[in-house]
């Protein structure tokens, strides 16, 4: 009697404490399914970001490879969001470049160039380290969803 109801008792117990595993587990795969998915989401989203540097970073060079090419520009110079009066470029082989965090210094248009050259080549292999890092979690993205379907 005794015996029976007691081997019941513990049987009950460890069907629960099986499901209470398989139900940690599969919480557990949810929450890693959502850690990729984040990660991945974020890392995607710093590619968009060096993809757009880069093209400014195209642009620019273009813009200033060519203000040597005369003595004066005339533009238009913004004066606020909306509104410019017409202005003119002077010393156009002299341009002030940023260096990173308050540094600014004057350079010639052909060093900053070089700055720019410089700068674009980091760029490329920021967006190819970017690539991998979201192939990688491609990849095992890929395998938790295979280990979940087992």
């Not at 049987?11 to 949810?30: G, V, W």
């Given at each position: 009697g005794i015996n029976a109801e007691y081997g019941v008792i513990i049987?009950?117990?460890?069907?629960?404490?099986?499901?209470?595993?398989?139900?940690?587990?599969?919480?557990?795969?949810?929450s890693l399914k959502e850690f990729f998915y984040e990660e991945f989401k974020t890392k995607k989203k710093r590619l968009i970001?060096?993809?757009?540097?880069?093209?400014?970073?195209?642009?620019?060079?273009?813009?200033?490879?060519?203000?040597?090419?005369?003595?004066?520009?005339?533009?238009?110079?913004p004066f606020s969001k909306v509104a410019f009066f017409p202005g003119k470029i002077i010393h156009?082989?002299?341009?002030?470049?940023?260096?990173?965090?308050?540094?600014?210094?004057?350079?010639?248009?052909?060093?900053?160039l070089q700055i720019l050259s410089r700068s674009q080549q980091n760029l490329e292999k920021n967006l190819i380290e970017q690539a991998n890092e979201i192939d990688k979690l491609t990849s095992t993205f890929g395998q938790t969803i295979e280990s979940e379907n087992v």
């Open positions: 049987n009950l117990r460890k069907k629960q404490k099986t499901k209470n595993k398989k139900k940690m587990a599969n919480e557990h795969k949810y970001e060096l993809q757009k540097k880069k093209i400014e970073l195209n642009s620019l060079s273009q813009a200033i490879s060519k203000l040597p090419l005369k003595t004066k520009h005339s533009i238009m110079v156009s082989n002299e341009v002030i470049v940023h260096l990173g965090q308050d540094y600014y210094v004057e350079r010639s248009v052909t060093q900053a």
